[in-house]
Protein backbone atom coordinates (compact mmCIF):
# COMPACT_ATOMS: atom_id res chain seq x y z
CA UNK A 1 0.00 0.00 0.00
CA UNK A 2 1.18 3.77 -0.42
CA UNK A 3 2.61 6.24 1.95
CA UNK A 4 -0.01 8.48 3.78
CA UNK A 5 -0.89 11.33 1.86
CA UNK A 6 0.57 14.97 2.39
CA UNK A 7 -0.30 17.81 0.65
CA UNK A 8 2.47 19.40 1.79
CA UNK A 9 4.41 17.87 -0.89
CA UNK A 10 2.72 19.37 -4.05
CA UNK A 11 3.83 22.95 -2.99
CA UNK A 12 7.71 21.87 -2.55
CA UNK A 13 8.57 24.31 -5.48
CA UNK A 14 7.21 27.66 -6.54
CA UNK A 15 5.20 27.79 -3.35
CA UNK A 16 4.37 31.41 -3.68
CA UNK A 17 2.24 29.95 -6.68
CA UNK A 18 -0.03 28.42 -4.39
CA UNK A 19 -3.87 29.50 -4.66
CA UNK A 20 -4.43 29.35 -0.91
CA UNK A 21 -8.14 29.91 -1.61
CA UNK A 22 -10.26 26.23 -1.64
CA UNK A 23 -12.70 28.11 -2.98
CA UNK A 24 -10.82 28.84 -5.99
CA UNK A 25 -9.49 25.38 -6.69
CA UNK A 26 -12.87 24.46 -6.85
CA UNK A 27 -14.00 27.33 -9.40
CA UNK A 28 -11.10 25.43 -11.53
CA UNK A 29 -12.46 22.35 -11.49
CA UNK A 30 -15.98 23.67 -12.38
CA UNK A 31 -14.38 25.44 -15.54
CA UNK A 32 -12.12 22.77 -16.88
CA UNK A 33 -13.81 20.18 -19.15
CA UNK A 34 -11.39 17.70 -18.97
CA UNK A 35 -9.08 16.04 -16.32
CA UNK A 36 -6.17 13.89 -16.60
CA UNK A 37 -6.34 10.97 -14.52
CA UNK A 38 -3.05 9.13 -13.01
CA UNK A 39 -3.13 5.68 -11.24
CA UNK A 40 -0.90 3.13 -10.92
CA UNK A 41 -0.80 -0.26 -12.47
CA UNK A 42 1.29 -3.25 -12.35
CA UNK A 43 3.63 -0.79 -10.93
CA UNK A 44 4.06 1.59 -13.56
CA UNK A 45 2.17 4.94 -14.09
CA UNK A 46 -0.86 5.91 -16.46
CA UNK A 47 -2.74 8.88 -17.36
CA UNK A 48 -5.45 8.89 -19.29
CA UNK A 49 -8.10 12.11 -20.24
CA UNK A 50 -11.75 11.94 -18.89
CA UNK A 51 -15.15 13.80 -18.42
CA UNK A 52 -15.92 14.68 -14.61
CA UNK A 53 -18.26 16.03 -12.55
CA UNK A 54 -18.44 17.74 -9.27
CA UNK A 55 -21.04 17.83 -6.38
CA UNK A 56 -19.89 19.68 -3.00
CA UNK A 57 -16.92 17.64 -1.76
CA UNK A 58 -16.77 14.72 -4.13
CA UNK A 59 -15.38 14.20 -7.55
CA UNK A 60 -17.54 11.96 -10.17
CA UNK A 61 -15.52 9.96 -12.82
CA UNK A 62 -16.58 7.69 -15.28
CA UNK A 63 -16.16 5.06 -17.85
CA UNK A 64 -17.35 1.68 -19.60
CA UNK A 65 -16.96 -0.56 -16.98
CA UNK A 66 -14.69 -3.10 -18.67
CA UNK A 67 -12.42 -0.15 -19.60
CA UNK A 68 -8.54 -0.18 -18.64
CA UNK A 69 -9.52 2.95 -15.95
CA UNK A 70 -12.15 1.70 -14.52
CA UNK A 71 -11.33 -1.93 -14.45
CA UNK A 72 -8.46 -0.56 -11.96
CA UNK A 73 -10.00 1.66 -10.30
CA UNK A 74 -13.48 0.21 -8.98
CA UNK A 75 -11.24 -1.60 -6.06
CA UNK A 76 -10.66 1.72 -4.11
CA UNK A 77 -6.99 2.43 -6.39
CA UNK A 78 -4.94 5.65 -5.40
CA UNK A 79 -5.81 8.40 -8.02
CA UNK A 80 -3.97 11.63 -8.35
CA UNK A 81 -6.55 13.64 -10.81
CA UNK A 82 -4.90 16.56 -11.87
CA UNK A 83 -6.95 19.48 -14.00
CA UNK A 84 -5.27 22.42 -16.07
CA UNK A 85 -6.46 25.49 -17.25
CA UNK A 86 -3.63 27.28 -19.81
CA UNK A 87 -3.84 30.62 -19.89
CA UNK A 88 -0.99 32.02 -21.60
CA UNK A 89 2.56 32.41 -22.73
CA UNK A 90 5.16 33.75 -20.97
CA UNK A 91 7.93 34.95 -22.73
CA UNK A 92 10.84 36.07 -21.07
CA UNK A 93 13.92 38.08 -21.81
CA UNK A 94 16.30 34.72 -20.63
CA UNK A 95 15.66 31.61 -22.10
CA UNK A 96 15.47 30.31 -18.47
CA UNK A 97 12.40 32.60 -17.36
CA UNK A 98 10.02 31.50 -20.19
CA UNK A 99 6.64 30.36 -18.12
CA UNK A 100 2.95 29.35 -18.81
CA UNK A 101 0.44 31.33 -17.01
CA UNK A 102 -2.03 28.41 -16.08
CA UNK A 103 -4.32 27.39 -13.24
CA UNK A 104 -3.44 23.54 -12.60
CA UNK A 105 -5.60 21.49 -9.54
CA UNK A 106 -4.64 18.44 -8.38
CA UNK A 107 -6.76 15.78 -6.22
CA UNK A 108 -5.05 13.13 -4.56
CA UNK A 109 -6.56 10.70 -2.99
CA UNK A 110 -8.65 7.08 -3.01
CA UNK A 111 -11.40 6.63 -5.73
CA UNK A 112 -14.27 4.24 -4.78
CA UNK A 113 -17.17 2.75 -6.66
CA UNK A 114 -20.42 4.10 -6.87
CA UNK A 115 -22.94 1.25 -6.93
CA UNK A 116 -26.25 2.34 -5.60
CA UNK A 117 -28.33 3.30 -8.38
CA UNK A 118 -29.45 6.51 -7.47
CA UNK A 119 -26.24 7.83 -6.52
CA UNK A 120 -25.10 6.28 -9.74
CA UNK A 121 -27.63 8.07 -11.51
CA UNK A 122 -26.64 11.14 -9.39
CA UNK A 123 -23.13 11.04 -10.69
CA UNK A 124 -23.78 10.52 -13.93
CA UNK A 125 -26.29 13.77 -14.10
CA UNK A 126 -22.98 15.61 -12.45
CA UNK A 127 -21.23 14.80 -15.00
CA UNK A 128 -23.53 15.40 -17.94
CA UNK A 129 -24.00 18.90 -16.52
CA UNK A 130 -20.11 19.37 -16.00
CA UNK A 131 -20.25 18.91 -19.85
CA UNK A 132 -23.01 21.47 -20.32
CA UNK A 133 -25.69 22.79 -17.44
CA UNK A 134 -28.91 21.69 -17.98
CA UNK A 135 -27.82 18.59 -20.75
CA UNK A 136 -29.44 16.43 -18.19
CA UNK A 137 -33.07 17.17 -18.18
CA UNK A 138 -33.13 17.54 -22.00
CA UNK A 139 -32.02 14.39 -22.79
CA UNK A 140 -33.13 10.78 -22.46
CA UNK A 141 -32.18 8.88 -18.78
CA UNK A 142 -29.68 6.33 -19.69
CA UNK A 143 -31.60 2.23 -19.34
CA UNK A 144 -30.72 -0.36 -16.66
CA UNK A 145 -28.58 -2.04 -19.53
CA UNK A 146 -26.28 1.37 -20.05
CA UNK A 147 -26.09 1.64 -15.89
CA UNK A 148 -24.37 -1.65 -16.12
CA UNK A 149 -22.59 -0.41 -18.62
CA UNK A 150 -21.20 2.17 -16.26
CA UNK A 151 -18.82 2.15 -13.96
CA UNK A 152 -19.07 5.76 -11.67
CA UNK A 153 -15.99 6.29 -8.88
CA UNK A 154 -15.91 8.85 -6.16
CA UNK A 155 -13.16 10.86 -4.94
CA UNK A 156 -13.26 12.85 -2.02
CA UNK A 157 -11.84 16.69 -2.76
CA UNK A 158 -9.62 16.42 1.20
CA UNK A 159 -6.32 16.39 -0.89
CA UNK A 160 -6.43 19.17 -2.97
CA UNK A 161 -3.57 21.16 -4.40
CA UNK A 162 -3.90 24.11 -6.68
CA UNK A 163 -0.94 26.32 -8.55
CA UNK A 164 -1.41 29.13 -10.73
CA UNK A 165 0.43 31.52 -12.41
CA UNK A 166 -0.37 35.15 -14.16
CA UNK A 167 0.95 38.15 -15.48
CA UNK A 168 3.89 39.01 -17.01
CA UNK A 169 7.21 37.35 -16.82
CA UNK A 170 9.87 38.09 -13.99
CA UNK A 171 13.40 38.73 -15.45
CA UNK A 172 16.49 39.46 -13.74
CA UNK A 173 17.31 43.03 -13.49
CA UNK A 174 20.27 43.01 -15.53
CA UNK A 175 17.77 41.38 -17.67
CA UNK A 176 15.29 43.68 -17.98
CA UNK A 177 17.96 46.05 -19.12
CA UNK A 178 18.30 44.23 -22.29
CA UNK A 179 16.63 45.57 -25.50
CA UNK A 180 14.54 42.65 -25.94
CA UNK A 181 10.99 42.34 -25.97
CA UNK A 182 9.05 40.44 -23.24
CA UNK A 183 5.53 39.93 -22.24
CA UNK A 184 3.13 37.65 -22.48
CA UNK A 185 -0.04 36.45 -24.44
CA UNK A 186 -3.61 35.19 -23.66
CA UNK A 187 -4.37 32.12 -24.73
CA UNK A 188 -8.18 31.27 -24.35
CA UNK A 189 -11.16 28.83 -25.58
CA UNK A 190 -13.79 30.01 -27.84
CA UNK A 191 -17.07 27.85 -28.67
CA UNK A 192 -17.69 27.56 -32.05
CA UNK A 193 -21.14 27.14 -33.86
CA UNK A 194 -23.36 24.59 -32.98
CA UNK A 195 -23.77 21.45 -35.47
CA UNK A 196 -26.49 19.75 -35.62
CA UNK A 197 -26.42 16.19 -36.45
CA UNK A 198 -28.22 14.35 -39.53
CA UNK A 199 -31.20 13.36 -38.04
CA UNK A 200 -32.00 17.17 -36.37
CA UNK A 201 -35.72 18.22 -38.22
CA UNK A 202 -34.28 22.02 -39.49
CA UNK A 203 -37.04 23.79 -37.43
CA UNK A 204 -36.00 22.70 -34.23
CA UNK A 205 -34.68 24.80 -31.75
CA UNK A 206 -31.30 24.59 -30.21
CA UNK A 207 -32.08 23.89 -26.48
CA UNK A 208 -31.79 25.64 -23.47
CA UNK A 209 -28.34 24.45 -22.27
CA UNK A 210 -26.58 24.99 -25.76
CA UNK A 211 -27.92 28.11 -25.63
CA UNK A 212 -26.75 29.35 -22.65
CA UNK A 213 -23.12 27.90 -23.48
CA UNK A 214 -23.33 30.83 -26.08
CA UNK A 215 -24.45 33.22 -23.78
CA UNK B 1 10.49 -2.81 -10.76
CA UNK B 2 7.09 -2.60 -13.35
CA UNK B 3 5.96 -5.37 -15.97
CA UNK B 4 7.01 -5.00 -19.45
CA UNK B 5 4.79 -2.31 -21.52
CA UNK B 6 2.57 -3.56 -24.27
CA UNK B 7 0.99 -0.64 -26.12
CA UNK B 8 -1.83 -3.44 -27.52
CA UNK B 9 -3.08 -2.67 -23.58
CA UNK B 10 -3.69 1.12 -24.27
CA UNK B 11 -6.17 0.81 -26.65
CA UNK B 12 -8.20 -2.05 -25.49
CA UNK B 13 -11.22 0.19 -25.39
CA UNK B 14 -12.60 2.19 -28.61
CA UNK B 15 -10.12 0.58 -30.68
CA UNK B 16 -11.82 2.41 -33.51
CA UNK B 17 -11.00 5.58 -32.24
CA UNK B 18 -7.25 4.47 -32.60
CA UNK B 19 -5.03 6.39 -34.88
CA UNK B 20 -3.20 4.33 -36.97
CA UNK B 21 -0.77 6.61 -38.15
CA UNK B 22 2.12 7.74 -36.39
CA UNK B 23 2.83 10.93 -37.78
CA UNK B 24 -0.83 11.92 -36.90
CA UNK B 25 0.32 10.93 -33.16
CA UNK B 26 3.04 13.04 -33.17
CA UNK B 27 1.22 16.25 -34.98
CA UNK B 28 -0.68 16.20 -31.99
CA UNK B 29 2.46 16.61 -29.57
CA UNK B 30 3.69 19.34 -31.71
CA UNK B 31 0.38 21.26 -32.02
CA UNK B 32 0.02 20.66 -27.93
CA UNK B 33 1.35 22.90 -25.43
CA UNK B 34 1.12 21.00 -21.93
CA UNK B 35 1.80 17.79 -21.76
CA UNK B 36 0.46 15.75 -17.93
CA UNK B 37 3.01 13.78 -16.79
CA UNK B 38 2.28 10.61 -14.41
CA UNK B 39 4.56 8.99 -12.22
CA UNK B 40 5.33 6.94 -9.43
CA UNK B 41 6.49 8.00 -6.06
CA UNK B 42 5.89 5.98 -2.96
CA UNK B 43 3.66 3.43 -4.63
CA UNK B 44 1.12 6.52 -5.53
CA UNK B 45 0.27 7.91 -8.49
CA UNK B 46 1.17 11.84 -9.49
CA UNK B 47 0.22 13.79 -12.30
CA UNK B 48 1.53 17.02 -13.01
CA UNK B 49 1.61 19.69 -15.88
CA UNK B 50 4.43 20.71 -17.65
CA UNK B 51 5.58 22.13 -20.92
CA UNK B 52 8.09 19.59 -23.25
CA UNK B 53 9.57 19.50 -26.87
CA UNK B 54 10.12 17.34 -29.24
CA UNK B 55 13.02 16.47 -31.74
CA UNK B 56 12.76 13.47 -33.79
CA UNK B 57 12.08 10.60 -31.93
CA UNK B 58 12.43 11.95 -28.35
CA UNK B 59 10.36 14.06 -25.79
CA UNK B 60 11.99 16.47 -23.67
CA UNK B 61 10.57 17.52 -20.46
CA UNK B 62 12.25 19.49 -17.70
CA UNK B 63 12.41 21.50 -14.47
CA UNK B 64 13.97 22.97 -11.48
CA UNK B 65 16.60 20.29 -10.24
CA UNK B 66 15.17 20.45 -6.68
CA UNK B 67 11.07 19.62 -8.17
CA UNK B 68 9.35 16.74 -7.02
CA UNK B 69 9.58 16.00 -11.10
CA UNK B 70 12.68 15.74 -11.77
CA UNK B 71 13.85 15.03 -8.07
CA UNK B 72 11.96 11.78 -8.92
CA UNK B 73 12.65 11.16 -12.75
CA UNK B 74 16.49 11.73 -12.58
CA UNK B 75 17.19 7.98 -11.83
CA UNK B 76 15.56 7.20 -14.89
CA UNK B 77 11.93 6.21 -13.95
CA UNK B 78 8.69 4.60 -15.42
CA UNK B 79 6.70 8.03 -16.66
CA UNK B 80 3.24 8.21 -18.56
CA UNK B 81 3.20 11.61 -20.79
CA UNK B 82 -0.53 12.41 -21.78
CA UNK B 83 -1.24 15.05 -24.33
CA UNK B 84 -5.08 16.11 -24.66
CA UNK B 85 -6.63 18.29 -27.06
CA UNK B 86 -9.62 18.89 -26.37
CA UNK B 87 -11.92 19.76 -30.10
CA UNK B 88 -15.25 19.66 -29.04
CA UNK B 89 -18.61 18.80 -27.16
CA UNK B 90 -20.84 15.83 -28.07
CA UNK B 91 -24.70 16.33 -26.84
CA UNK B 92 -26.56 13.07 -28.20
CA UNK B 93 -30.35 12.22 -27.53
CA UNK B 94 -29.00 10.11 -24.69
CA UNK B 95 -27.10 10.75 -21.70
CA UNK B 96 -25.16 7.49 -22.22
CA UNK B 97 -23.85 8.74 -25.95
CA UNK B 98 -22.81 11.75 -24.54
CA UNK B 99 -18.92 12.22 -25.62
CA UNK B 100 -15.96 14.97 -26.44
CA UNK B 101 -14.28 15.19 -29.60
CA UNK B 102 -10.41 14.94 -28.92
CA UNK B 103 -7.36 13.51 -29.94
CA UNK B 104 -5.22 12.60 -26.99
CA UNK B 105 -1.53 10.89 -27.13
CA UNK B 106 0.02 8.74 -24.55
CA UNK B 107 3.62 8.04 -24.30
CA UNK B 108 4.86 5.13 -21.95
CA UNK B 109 8.39 4.69 -20.99
CA UNK B 110 11.45 5.19 -19.13
CA UNK B 111 12.69 9.08 -18.74
CA UNK B 112 16.30 9.31 -18.49
CA UNK B 113 18.17 12.69 -17.67
CA UNK B 114 20.51 14.65 -20.03
CA UNK B 115 23.43 15.20 -18.78
CA UNK B 116 25.77 16.75 -21.17
CA UNK B 117 25.52 19.97 -21.77
CA UNK B 118 25.54 20.50 -25.45
CA UNK B 119 22.55 17.81 -25.53
CA UNK B 120 20.83 19.52 -22.31
CA UNK B 121 21.23 22.78 -24.29
CA UNK B 122 20.01 21.44 -27.46
CA UNK B 123 16.60 19.87 -25.47
CA UNK B 124 16.07 23.00 -23.59
CA UNK B 125 16.06 24.95 -26.84
CA UNK B 126 13.14 22.37 -28.28
CA UNK B 127 11.12 23.39 -25.20
CA UNK B 128 11.02 26.74 -25.55
CA UNK B 129 10.77 26.59 -29.54
CA UNK B 130 8.20 23.90 -29.02
CA UNK B 131 6.25 26.99 -26.50
CA UNK B 132 6.96 29.44 -29.17
CA UNK B 133 8.97 28.65 -32.86
CA UNK B 134 12.15 30.64 -33.21
CA UNK B 135 12.42 31.98 -29.60
CA UNK B 136 14.88 30.21 -28.87
CA UNK B 137 17.98 32.23 -30.87
CA UNK B 138 16.03 35.87 -29.89
CA UNK B 139 16.61 35.18 -26.18
CA UNK B 140 19.54 34.86 -23.67
CA UNK B 141 20.48 31.49 -23.39
CA UNK B 142 20.89 30.04 -20.29
CA UNK B 143 23.97 30.87 -17.88
CA UNK B 144 26.23 27.97 -16.77
CA UNK B 145 24.32 28.52 -12.81
CA UNK B 146 20.75 28.36 -14.64
CA UNK B 147 21.70 25.16 -16.56
CA UNK B 148 22.99 23.13 -13.40
CA UNK B 149 19.28 24.60 -11.74
CA UNK B 150 17.32 22.44 -14.44
CA UNK B 151 17.09 19.17 -15.06
CA UNK B 152 16.13 17.84 -18.53
CA UNK B 153 14.62 14.49 -18.86
CA UNK B 154 14.48 12.33 -22.40
CA UNK B 155 11.84 9.45 -23.02
CA UNK B 156 11.99 7.73 -26.15
CA UNK B 157 8.33 7.79 -28.54
CA UNK B 158 8.62 3.95 -28.61
CA UNK B 159 5.03 3.39 -27.18
CA UNK B 160 2.96 6.16 -28.33
CA UNK B 161 -0.33 5.75 -28.79
CA UNK B 162 -3.34 8.15 -29.48
CA UNK B 163 -6.69 8.28 -29.91
CA UNK B 164 -9.27 10.89 -31.70
CA UNK B 165 -13.03 11.23 -32.05
CA UNK B 166 -14.55 13.66 -34.17
CA UNK B 167 -17.99 14.77 -35.53
CA UNK B 168 -21.18 13.82 -34.97
CA UNK B 169 -22.64 11.71 -31.47
CA UNK B 170 -23.48 8.25 -32.53
CA UNK B 171 -27.24 7.50 -30.79
CA UNK B 172 -29.05 4.36 -31.71
CA UNK B 173 -31.76 4.31 -34.26
CA UNK B 174 -34.31 4.67 -32.10
CA UNK B 175 -32.77 7.76 -30.30
CA UNK B 176 -32.32 9.25 -33.48
CA UNK B 177 -36.41 9.14 -34.16
CA UNK B 178 -36.60 11.16 -30.47
CA UNK B 179 -37.61 14.76 -31.56
CA UNK B 180 -34.11 16.24 -29.46
CA UNK B 181 -31.47 18.47 -30.43
CA UNK B 182 -28.16 16.28 -30.65
CA UNK B 183 -24.70 17.55 -32.17
CA UNK B 184 -21.38 18.86 -32.02
CA UNK B 185 -20.07 21.71 -30.77
CA UNK B 186 -16.40 22.81 -32.01
CA UNK B 187 -14.43 24.28 -29.24
CA UNK B 188 -10.56 25.77 -30.09
CA UNK B 189 -8.08 27.85 -28.37
CA UNK B 190 -7.09 31.77 -29.73
CA UNK B 191 -4.26 33.33 -28.93
CA UNK B 192 -4.80 36.98 -27.69
CA UNK B 193 -3.14 40.02 -27.75
CA UNK B 194 0.70 40.12 -26.81
CA UNK B 195 0.78 42.50 -23.30
CA UNK B 196 4.55 43.72 -23.82
CA UNK B 197 5.99 43.97 -19.91
CA UNK B 198 6.60 47.21 -18.19
CA UNK B 199 10.37 47.31 -19.26
CA UNK B 200 9.59 47.17 -23.16
CA UNK B 201 10.22 50.17 -24.67
CA UNK B 202 7.33 51.27 -26.95
CA UNK B 203 9.08 51.76 -30.06
CA UNK B 204 10.41 48.26 -29.92
CA UNK B 205 8.87 46.19 -32.59
CA UNK B 206 7.63 42.93 -31.46
CA UNK B 207 10.09 40.24 -32.07
CA UNK B 208 9.63 37.69 -35.30
CA UNK B 209 8.59 34.45 -33.16
CA UNK B 210 5.66 36.73 -31.75
CA UNK B 211 4.95 37.90 -35.41
CA UNK B 212 4.68 33.99 -36.51
CA UNK B 213 2.53 33.13 -34.05
CA UNK B 214 -0.51 35.80 -35.00
CA UNK B 215 -0.27 35.25 -38.42
Chains 1, 2 share one sequence.
Request: aromatic fraction near 4%; charged fraction near 20%; proline fraction near 7%.
Amino acid sequence: MSQPLSTALLLRRHPERAMADRAAAIAVLDEARVCHVGFVEDGRPWVIPTTYGRDGDLLYLHGAAVGRLMRTLTSGLDVCVTVTLLDGLVLARSAFAHSMNYRSVLVAGTAVEVVDVDAKLHALRCIVDHVLPGRWDEVRPPSSQELDATSVLMLPLDNISAKVRSGAPVDSKSDRALTLWAGDIPLRQVIGDPRPDGAVCESLPLPRSVVGLLE
